[in-house]
């Protein structure tokens, strides 16, 4: 078997349990495995750590499977980690009937890196980002209908990665193929879902408790809800009571499918969308002196390596100041990142720094992060992406 050797002082990560051993950290390579392939890794003494996925390429140079290195990587693996990961989420009590929309895998939290998998009633989307999974797509997939239930699963298209040795190329994973739109509830609150050009996997459903603490003190209010997707925050906010609730998001496909659920959920009323760059709407309204009761921020991820990490926390910055200047005294503020290379306490210095410049107080009182059915390995907190806070503003 191909194995790689680790340089001395550069395991410890490894042994703790961190699942991506960096191409820094490799001393020699045995063999020629290819993108994809299984590796055995060794300490710098030659001890067996575990078993991962090689990458020939990458940065990343290999993802850690197993920790086992008898164990094999087929499909009764697979199918182990699925029941493991299906346990989680009975015991989370997903699904249930105020739910049918939430993440099965979570990558490297559910021992399975690489491997991004979201449920949609009887339907999974899946996302892959190495290339070992990408191999072994098939066989996953099986593994986790057996587990979950459910009837078809897609892997959905992206970008290729030459330095992952990514095709990028979607297709139908099971004979049964996926519909295109699919409904779904999220605590109760209707959505259609676009399986096949929707954002990300088709819902974010990493914010689905923060969303329904925030609806709980948005009731009576006028509420802006930024980057709005298909509704989400708003959505919520709508059916607890919110007086009013406008959503704005640049991708005219989400505000579409957003409009659709407002009226589903019987808002429509109340819900108005406006497609338009959110920094340039911002800036916009408040020229005009228009004012909120409660603002909601869920951008995207605004960088995903360090060299891009200045321009994000700009961005950053710039969102949250204009923010604090929309909201009445006494506002309510929900502000969030799923940057995870920013740390939280990094990201609360920069809203910290815009109230500075907007001259208003924050009063926090909620903080929280990604829902439960995303895990992340203890070893890897880095992997703990999500960060979201209340706050009141005086």
């Given amino acids: 078997m191909e194995e790689i050797r680790l340089c001395r002082g550069r395991a410890r990560p490894i042994w703790a349990g961190h699942p991506e051993v960096l191409s820094g950290a490799v001393e020699s390579v045995t063999g020629s495995p290819a993108a994809g392939e299984v590796v055995l890794v060794r300490d710098h003494e030659s001890r067996p750590i575990g078993r991962g996925f090689f990458a020939p390429a990458s940065p990343v140079r290999v ?13 009764a693996f697979f199918l182990r980690r699925a029941r493991r990961a299906a346990a989680l989420r009975a015991s989370l009590g997903l699904p249930s009937a105020e739910t049918t929309v939430y993440r099965v895998v979570h990558s490297a939290g559910d021992g399975l890196p690489g491997l991004v998998a979201d449920r949609y009633g009887d339907w999974l989307t899946i996302e892959i980002s190495n290339r070992g999974m ?57 959505f259609v879902a676009d399986l096949v050009h929707g954002q990300k996997t088709g819902h974010f459903a990493d914010q689905r408790e923060n969303r329904a603490a925030f609806a709980r003190l948005a009731a009576g209010g006028r509420v802006l809800d930024c980057f709005t997707g298909t509704g989400g925050f708003g959505l919520a906010a709508a059916r607890a009571g919110a007086a009013s609730v406008l959503g704005v998001d640049s991708s005219g496909r989400a505000l579409e499918l957003a409009a659709g659920n407002a009226s589903a959920n019987g808002v429509a009323d109340r819900m108005e969308f406006v497609k338009d760059d959110v920094f340039r709407f911002l800036r916009r309204i408040e020229r005009e002196g228009r004012r909120f009761d409660a603002v909601v921020l869920d951008p995207p991820r605004m960088a995903s390596r360090r060299r891009e990490l200045r321009n994000g926390l700009r961005g950053y910055k710039e969102l949250n100041l204009r923010a604090l200047r929309l909201l009445v005294p006494g506002g309510l503020l929900a502000t969030s990142s799923c940057t995870g290379i920013l740390p939280e306490e990094d990201f609360f210095g920069i809203v910290r720094d815009a109230a500075l410049d907007a001259k208003r107080e924050v009063q926090w009182f909620f903080r929280s992060g990604q829902a439960p059915d995303h895990p992340w390995p203890a070893a890897c907190p880095e992997a703990r992406y999500l960060k979201f806070a209340l706050a009141r503003i005086h």
């Avoid at 993802?63 to 499909?75: L, S």
């Fill in 63 to 75: 993802r850690m499977v197993t920790r086992d290195p008898g164990e094999e990587i087929d499909a």
């Fill in 134 to 190: 990408e191999r072994r797509a098939e066989v996953v997939a099986a593994a986790l209908a057996e587990a979950f239930g459910v009837r078809g699963a897609r892997l959905l298209g992206a970008p290729a990665s030459p330095e992952e040795g990514l095709t990028g190329e979607g297709r139908e994973l099971l004979p049964e193929p996926v519909p295109p739109e699919v409904p779904v509830r999220e605590n109760g609150i209707r």
